[in-house]
């Protein structure tokens, strides 16, 4: 079992910053990717960003240049650095991860989310 820890979540102004970190923790496992998405009140859970094993990223189209998604393999910890963070993007942000535990099969793995909320 693999469990996936969400922190730095909290209230900031608009155009303040904040990082999330998710850290993974458990059974031993290969890393594949990882990843951070938000859901806002009302709408669909949408991607983020992702990390791959290689360090490659992905991330929403209207996210890039302001949202950096950075890994710590040694630490199992992803994190997630929000610049100039805007109020429609209060929201929960989950943590994913796409990994296989040794011994066991490839699994997807959610955190419990932590919130973000962006107002004056």
């Known amino acids: 079992q693999v469990q996936l820890v969400e922190s730095g979540g909290g209230l900031v102004q608009p155009g303040w910053s904040l990082r999330l970190s998710c850290a993974a923790s458990?059974?031993?496992?290969?890393?594949?990717?990882m990843g951070w998405y938000r859901q806002a009140p009302g709408k669909m859970c949408e991607l983020v960003a992702i990390?791959?094993?290689?360090?490659?990223?992905n991330y929403a189209d209207p996210l890039k240049g302001r949202f950096t998604i950075s890994k710590v393999n040694a630490k199992n910890t992803v994190y997630l650095e929000m610049i100039s963070l805007k109020p429609e993007e209060t929201a929960v942000y989950y943590c994913n991860a796409k990994l296989k535990v040794v011994g066991e099969y490839g699994h997807e793995y959610w955190g419990q989310g932590t919130q973000v909320t962006v107002s004056s």
């Open positions: 458990g059974s031993t496992f290969s890393f594949n990717s």
């Open positions: 990390i791959t094993r290689g360090g490659s990223t």
